[in-house]
Nanobody, 121 residues
Framework: QVRLVESGGGLVQPGGSLRLSCAAE????????MGWYRQALGKQRELVAT???????NYADSVKGRFTISRDNAKNMVTLQMNSLKPEDTAVYYC???????????????WGQGTQVTVSS
């Protein structure tokens, strides 16, 4: 069974840094895009950053210049380095992978369980 396992997150003061990691495990044939989304309390889930297999990245305007997404294709891992964190970055962060399972004819989206990031003094 395919699953995304997240690590990192926690409580940090404004201006601080955190690093989120996500590993895709299971019978995976290929992964196209991996990324991070977040959902603050009472708000809809929103894109934070994505990265293609070839390394092309896309960021939400609110995190450009502060967050960096990277990927290890050999390990099926994606990482989000978050610097200069602000209180408005507080949310549950979800890992996403658009992938194809072995013996499957189509791609599908998979999600991690979510990890809490709280930015507060």
């Amino acid at each position: 069974q395919v699953r995304l396992v997240e690590s990192g997150g926690g409580l940090v003061q404004p201006g601080g840094s955190l690093r989120l990691s996500c590993a895709a495990e299971g019978p995976i044939f290929s992964i196209s895009t991996m990324g991070w989304y977040r959902q603050a309390l009472g708000k809809q889930r929103e894109l934070v950053a994505t990265i293609t297999k070839g390394g092309n990245t896309n960021y939400a305007d609110s995190v450009k210049g502060r967050f960096t997404i990277s990927r290890d294709n050999a390990k099926n891992m994606v990482t989000l380095q978050m610097n200069s964190l602000k209180p408005e970055d507080t949310a549950v962060y979800y890992c996403n992978a658009h992938l194809r399972r072995w013996l499957s004819d189509y791609d599908a989206d998979y999600w991690g369980q979510g990890t809490q990031v709280t930015v507060s003094s």
